[in-house]
């Protein structure tokens, strides 16, 4: 069992978090940032989630963290 | 829960001024984990090239020293030869290290120099508007091949690594790529590799890595990534190239 | 204490060793053969590092690391060469680091021959690279001068964090004249960082350095221009050196550097044998130029004459410390060739006693 933590305002919107997590459970957010970027956004914090099942899903395993190279994320298990 | 990933104590906390989806941005991180679990951040002076990545010492917590454009492996000789027990690196881009650098970094090779090299190929210059580097494949389309690249006038793709691998002062020399998350965790295993072999008086030390740049490709970073294991890894194929 | 006969190239290596040089780059170019010899044994003999690098490009660079490290860092070359290394030594004057560049001058421009030549005034004194820096440049006209000045030349580099440049020519670095050198077991001294607080050592106990020249942000790349300008203004007011000869009561001062000095003061003695006033006025550093110290000269003697192994280059520098308050003449001979005692009385008798000569060149 996993989370992790996005720093929203650092993210530049590159999407690769999202496309590396196996589990799918990082989506673009629909709003923008300060940055003026669609940031990534991990889906069991957003409102329209299935949190139940999406929070089982994370299973910490980091890949997100290692691509982002803005060292947005955290990870914790 | 506990933490299990965050940002390196020897990555300072700015924000870059990398392009969004940028591989030096992720390379920069790889090198500043490593050297925290090495231990390394009060004995490491780095060399920071022209390019994209000019201004690295503003991220990196650590020695750092400017370099005329690809003399970067000459300052870095100088600085290892004053202080050997000091761990000591250049990190360049192909413009530095394969255009304007060739000589450089071939003497310093041959010389058996127990410098590291890392050196980021992006395929294209960045820093200063996209032209065609050394290493830009045939039919790439830069601003200054904007036809893409014809090898009547332009010539061919370099490769560097098996270039150096020639010379017997050169010891180890790995090409490996960011564009996915296995990849990633196989060049910080090359960087870690590459300092303990410098630390352990093994001589010249080369990490290849393939490196997307989604302004000058014209591609999002997802395609970028693709770019580089579709069509940049069968020009300059990953792996070991030389360990001696 | 027992003087030995050493040429001038080597005397330079002896002589950085004993200021404690410790790393050495250079690539051979005549004549400053010698030198580039002389360190690749004397280096390792006294525990520093000589590196015999791919070209004159690849030297200064090397250099650069050196310094940004620390030591004590010295490279040489002649003419051609020393155009290669204008991008590093522009570089690290930005960078405020210390070294020694040694220019044994041959004729020019081009490749030019392997004759003594002083045509690279210019560029040692007006910068040669790019951006508002100087180089200080010490000229020496003896074996004995080279000795001091190039230990000179790594105190004042250290001190004001600039690189010092020492112009020589090719009969300078070949000539042997005897010099009081004990050519003794030298450990060189160890100049890793301990008193440069800023050099590269390792960031233990401290923030880290950076060595940088390059300054994006509005006003900074102008503010290190400020402390580099007021850096030069003191250098400017502290260190000009000279030596003058016969100056108080010569109608004529001859003004010289270097070899060309040497035979100055032959031709001086002569025409003062047939009693014309003329002294020489022999800057010893070319750069900061002893301009005010020349100018006074301007009250009482009637006239200059500059004599040059050029076309003409450290003439501007007169002129600009003169004013034109006298007249100023010019001789020189360009390409590597080498003005004569005599050629130089007669351009002094041309000068003295125009009306009572036919005009008759050498």
């Known amino acids: ?77 | ?244 | 204490m027992a003087k030995i006969l050493m040429c001038g190239n080597e005397v330079i290596g002896e002589a950085a060793v004993h200021a404690g040089c410790t790393f050495y780059a250079g690539y051979p170019i005549t004549p400053q053969n010698e030198l580039t010899h002389y360190m690749s044994f004397r280096m390792q003999e006294s525990g520093g590092t000589f590196i015999q690098a791919e070209s004159e490009l690849a030297a200064i660079n090397l250099v650069l690391g050196a310094a940004a490290a620390g030591a004590r860092a010295m490279t040489s070359s002649s003419s051609p060469g020393i155009s290669l290394k204008q991008e590093g030594i522009s570089y690290m004057a930005a960078c405020q680091l210390p070294a020694v560049i040694v220019n044994m001058m041959r004729g020019g421009p081009g490749l030019g021959n392997i004759a003594p030549s002083q045509a690279d005034y210019f560029q040692a004194t007006r910068g040669g690279g790019h951006g508002d820096y100087r180089t200080m440049v010490l000229a020496p006209s003896t074996v004995e001068e080279v000795w001091n000045l190039t230990q000179l030349a790594f105190d004042l580099a250290d001190e004001y964090r600039n690189p010092v440049m020492i112009l020589g020519d090719g009969i300078l670095g070949q000539m042997m004249e005897p010099v009081e050198v004990v050519r003794r077991h030298v450990q060189a001294k160890n100049a890793a960082g301990t008193h440069k607080p800023w050099a590269l050592t390792g960031c233990k106990g401290r923030k880290p350095n950076v060595i940088r020249s390059l300054f994006l942000g509005e006003g900074e790349l102008e503010e290190l221009n400020r402390i580099m300008q007021m850096k030069y203004d003191k250098i400017k007011s502290k260190e000009p050196r000279f030596e003058s000869l016969y100056t108080e009561d010569s109608d004529l001062v001859i003004v010289a550097y270097g070899t060309t000095s040497r035979i100055v003061r032959s031709a001086i003695s002569k025409a003062r044998h047939e009693h014309l006033h003329v002294g020489m006025f022999r800057p010893i550093t070319l750069w900061p130029f002893p301009e005010a110290q020349l100018q006074k000269l301007a009250k009482k003697s009637k006239a200059f004459l500059v004599v040059e192994m050029s076309a003409g280059q450290m003439v501007d520098d007169v002129k600009l410390s003169i004013l034109g308050q006298r007249p100023i003449h010019f001789y020189g001979r360009a390409g590597g060739g080498v003005p004569t005692e005599e050629a130089i009385v007669e351009v002094i008798k041309d000068i003295l006693k125009p009306k009572s000569r036919k005009r008759v060149y050498a």
């Open chain 2, 1 to 244: 829960m506990k933490k299990v990933f965050e940002r390196p104590a020897s990555l300072r906390a700015v924000p870059t001024h990398y392009c969004s989806g940028c591989g030096h941005s992720i390379v920069h991180r790889l090198i500043c984990e490593v050297i925290d679990e090495l231990g390394i951040r009060e004995d490491v002076i780095a060399v920071c090239p022209v390019g994209c990545a000019v201004i690295a010492y503003e991220y990196w917590d650590f020695d750092c020293s400017e370099a005329p454009h690809g003399r970067t492996p000459c300052v870095a000789t100088g600085i290892k030869r004053v202080h050997p027990d000091k761990v000591v690196f250049s990190y360049q881009g192909d413009g530095d290290l394969a255009a304007i650098g060739t000589a450089e970094i071939i003497h310093t090779a041959n010389r058996g120099e127990n410098i590291t090299v890392f050196f980021i190929n992006n395929g294209v210059y960045g820093m200063t508007n996209g032209q065609m580097a050394p290493t830009t494949l045939i039919g790439q389309k830069t601003s200054t091949s904007i036809h893409g690249r014809d090898i009547a006038r332009d010539g061919y793709p370099m490769k560097m690594s098996e270039l150096l691998s020639q010379l017997p002062g050169a010891k180890y020399i790995e090409r490996v790529s960011v564009d996915n998350p296995a990849n990633v965790l196989k060049t910080k295993a090359a960087i870690k590799k590459a300092l303990k072999h410098q630390m352990e008086g093994k001589g010249f030390s080369l990490v290849e890595i393939l490196s997307p740049c989604p302004t000058y490709w014209g591609l999002s970073p997802k395609d970028a990534c693709r770019r580089i294991e579709d069509e940049m890894s069968k020009v300059f194929p990953l792996g070991v190239i030389k360990d001696a």
């Open chain 1, 1 to 77: 069992m996993g989370k992790i933590t996005i720093d929203r305002d650092a993210c530049k919107g590159c999407g690769l978090c999202s496309i590396n997590c196996p589990e799918k459970l990082i989506i673009m957010d629909e709003s923008m940032n300060v940055r003026g970027v669609h940031p990534a956004r991990f889906r069991p914090d957003a409102q329209s989630a299935d949190l139940a099942t999406d929070e089982q899903k994370c299973k910490g395993c980091k890949m997100c963290a290692i691509m982002c190279p803005e060292v947005c994320i955290e990870v914790y298990r």
